[in-house]
């Protein structure tokens, strides 16, 4: 089977969707599944050529802005789009951008199967714009998607029940199939022992507004234990400078021991802090599924996550001690007291989260994903 991925920028590093689909074609191929790629080149960069590569385009006004989101846009040439349908016995979007609706009415026009997978809540979108909690432009923007993308497809990829929920209530008429992103697990893992002298206390994710690293912030000076916690930032994004003037403050005027640190790691390098931290905060108001927490809770570290309405992430949580309200600060500081208090808790569900995390092994996801493209072509066909 011939599936054609379609997104704006597959090789950016350190975009969640980018890195999403990049893992994903790469264990689609491993399975004996052709896999092509219609999206923007990286000249200049070692990143692969795409088989259909369009240029970077643009925005008037709005490019900085953009970027210091993490992302990036394709132009959309109508002969690489013909050629590329063409190909495909399956078309894959994953984003509901200029780039993916051309992509879909063109295979329309050639008559392909089409599949999407709901990456992108509206909400992360306009949160950038501080539109994030405006429940009327977000409910009107996810309508928009709905009609003009998720509709043109027989059956979309839902990497949470959350999601599914919601694409129900949207008007969606197509098959939603819940299928994670999925993890990479590792065989016979056992958990690491976490540094304590000091706690390694992780954030792991882009520093923006929906992510909400501001709530673990304001916590900091709360935590009882905070002269035993080195506090670590990963990831890099537009709120970086000004979460760092903060904290610094922390440290310069005595309410922290150690300086908060913020770092941009590599996979293996996340690997290796995520094992020595001793809990994962997210704090996320927005989130499809949570694939950092995932990868955290994989490893045996204990997550410690804000249950929000929008946010898929609490559902991989397994104790009323790893969740707190969203953006309270105060209970978030509590369950962080509360993990150092019990060890042995820690030490206990440290092996739990292991087992309960094989579930969402990549190698399961892949399998579902195959059985949709089936589903899909066979439909078409008919």
Request: with cysteine.
């Amino acid at each position: 089977m011939k599936i054609l991925f379609v997104l704006n920028a597959m090789y950016v590093k350190g975009q969640g969707i980018s890195q999403s689909a990049l893992i994903t074609s790469t264990y689609l191929k491993r399975a004996g599944i052709d896999v092509r790629v219609l999206t923007m080149e990286m000249p200049g960069s070692d990143c692969p050529k795409p088989d259909y590569p369009m240029k970077k385009f643009h925005f008037p006004l709005f490019q900085k802005l953009i970027e210091s989101q993490g992302f990036c846009y394709a132009s959309s040439h109508r002969k690489q789009i013909r050629e590329a349908v063409a190909w495909a016995d399956v078309i894959h979007v994953m984003e509901p951008f200029v780039l993916e609706r051309k992509a879909l009415v063109e295979a329309k026009r050639q008559g392909k199967a089409c599949v999407a997978t709901y990456h992108l809540h509206p909400e992360n979108i306009l949160s950038s714009l501080g539109m994030g909690s405006w429940k009327f432009a977000n409910n009107l923007l996810l309508k928009f998607f709905v009609k003009c993308f998720l509709n043109c497809c027989s059956d979309v990829q839902c990497p949470s029940d959350n999601v599914v929920k919601r694409l129900n209530n949207f008007g969606f008429n197509g098959s939603a199939h819940r299928i994670s992103n999925g993890i990479e697990i590792e065989d016979n893992i056992v958990p690491a022992v976490p540094q304590t002298d000091p706690y390694i206390v992780v954030c792991v994710g882009r520093f923006s507004l929906e992510k909400d690293q501001q709530t673990l912030i304001k916590a900091m000076p709360l935590c009882r234990h905070k002269d035993e916690i080195q506090f670590v930032f990963a990831g890099k994004g537009p709120k970086q400078a000004e979460y760092e003037r903060t904290t610094n403050k922390y440290f310069t005027s005595g309410i922290l021991k150690y300086k908060p640190q913020y770092r941009f790691c590599s996979k293996s390098e996340l690997k290796e802090l995520v094992r020595k931290s001793y809990l994962a905060i997210h704090c996320a108001t927005i989130e499809v599924e949570g694939l950092s927490i995932m990868d955290a809770a994989c490893q045996g570290t204990i997550p410690v996550v804000a249950d929000c309405s929008i946010s898929a992430a609490s559902q991989f949580t397994l104790s009323p001690e790893s969740r707190f309200t969203v953006r309270d600060a105060k209970t978030l500081a509590e369950r962080i007291d509360w993990w150092i208090e019990h060890p042995t808790e820690r030490k206990e569900m440290s092996s739990r989260y292991i087992g309960e995390m094989k579930k969402y092994d990549i190698n399961k996801s892949i399998a579902q994903l195959i059985d949709m493209y089936q589903l899909a072509f066979n439909k078409n066909r008919q």
